[in-house]
């Protein structure tokens, strides 16, 4: 914890300032609890470094404002979170960078958008939130890379545990690692996996923009992913315990959870899915879901994910706000979809709260 470093003699500051040796000197350009973080992501990333920021908003801000520059198109998947949508769509295209939303499981689609409007990048999410649609990132790296498009992936769903888009050939990794990196709900933090010379870049550049992950976060990100794995398998289990109940529940309209035989370009590393199910209630709409929501009495209605406990998030009210109605209704955001996000509790306590939520919304 501290905002400088102290150099014995200031020729050894000088080089240090300068960047011709190894070391800290003021805690806006690097500290070493945060780069002890940004190895261990860029070693669970299979990337040569990685850059930590104060949030996952900064970071996927970052690393728009490194590759677009005023009067350039940027390709982005239609259901990406709802703040990385309206920051393309309000922000970077009031500083004359347009946006151009597609379907990213779409190839065809994909490669007109980029015959058409040649984009300088194209941000995409391995799984979508929260319609969870899975991106093919070796097909999107493809079609990217003859009009040297760079391919920014949002992993936060999947974590490096299921894919590793640097290691498919995407330009930038990037984390909420406020979810399942830091994993307990106590922190915010971002984080971006590249190849040296971007991450280089995102450093400079991060000086500028001041919006780096503080030491104290670090630390407690690097405590999280020392249990990543054990908690993480047990919520995708649990997971996928739960979207087998929910399907055959009739108060439940659809389910939604990646299908496990579905592996584009054999990106994933698992049989794992994701610890995210999201569904529609019948006949529910904004008045049902509250009351569903308030009827819960272990699961935590949060405007998060990711935590050890289960969290119930309905995308309209939250994560999705920022979006008109008719926005929502394009990318598929219905009124009845609420986004579980299934902690480390037992499935079968999990379920029993559903259940009970459910027959006191809908007696
Ligand atoms: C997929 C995804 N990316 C990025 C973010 C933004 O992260 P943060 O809230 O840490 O800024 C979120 C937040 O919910 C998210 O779900």
Redesign the pocket.
């Known amino acids: 914890m501290a905002s400088a470093f102290h150099h014995a003699t200031s020729t050894t500051l000088d080089k240090v300032i300068g960047n011709d040796e190894a070391g800290f000197t003021y805690g806006r350009y690097g500290n070493p609890t945060t780069g002890a973080f940004e190895t261990a992501v860029a070693q669970m990333e299979g990337a040569d470094d990685a850059v930590a920021f104060s949030?996952?908003?900064?970071a996927?801000y970052a690393a728009i404002a490194l590759v677009v520059s005023s009067g350039d198109t940027i390709l982005a998947s239609r259901d990406?979170?709802g703040?990385?949508f309206s920051v393309l769509r309000d922000h970077f295209h009031k500083l004359g960078v347009r946006p151009v939303f597609v379907d990213i499981t779409d190839l065809d689609q994909v490669e007109a958008a980029i015959q058409a409007h040649r984009p300088t990048a194209i941000l995409a999410?391995t799984v979508s939130?929260p319609l969870l649609r899975v991106a093919d990132i070796p097909r999107l790296v493809a079609l990217a890379k003859p009009t040297a498009t760079r391919v920014l992936i949002?992993n936060?769903?999947a974590t490096p545990l299921l894919v590793n888009p640097i290691t498919l050939g995407a330009d930038m990794t990037?984390h909420?690692?406020?979810?399942y990196i830091a994993g307990h709900g106590d922190i915010?933090?971002?984080v971006i996996a590249a190849g040296s010379e971007t991450a280089a870049a995102l450093r400079e550049q991060s000086r500028m923009l001041g919006a780096i992950a503080s030491p104290m976060d670090a630390w407690l990100s690097l405590r999280g992913i020392k249990t990543l794995p054990l908690r993480y398998t047990r919520q995708c289990t649990s997971a996928a315990a739960i979207v087998s109940e929910l399907e055959r529940d009739p108060r439940i309209s659809r389910v939604i959870y990646p299908d496990v035989t579905f592996n584009p370009g054999n990106q994933f590393r698992s049989a794992l899915r994701g610890a995210i199910v999201s569904f529609e209630v019948a006949k529910a709409g904004q008045p049902e879901i509250y009351a569903l929501m308030d009827a819960l009495q272990m699961i935590l209605p949060a405007t998060?994910?990711g935590d050890v406990y289960s969290l119930m998030l309905y995308p309209a009210m939250a994560?999705h706000r920022a979006l008109t109605p008719e926005e929502r209704a394009e990318v598929g955001i219905a009124d009845n979809l609420v986004r579980l996000s299934v902690g480390i509790e037992s499935p079968d306590d999990i379920l029993d709260d559903l259940r009970q939520a459910l027959d006191t919304a809908f007696p």
């Not at 949030?55 to 900064?58: F, N």
């Not at 909420?176 to 979810?179: A, G, L, N, P, R």
């Open positions: 949030s996952g908003m900064a996927i990406i979170y703040a990385s999410e939130n949002d936060t769903f990037i909420s690692s406020t979810k915010m933090g971002g998060t994910l994560s």
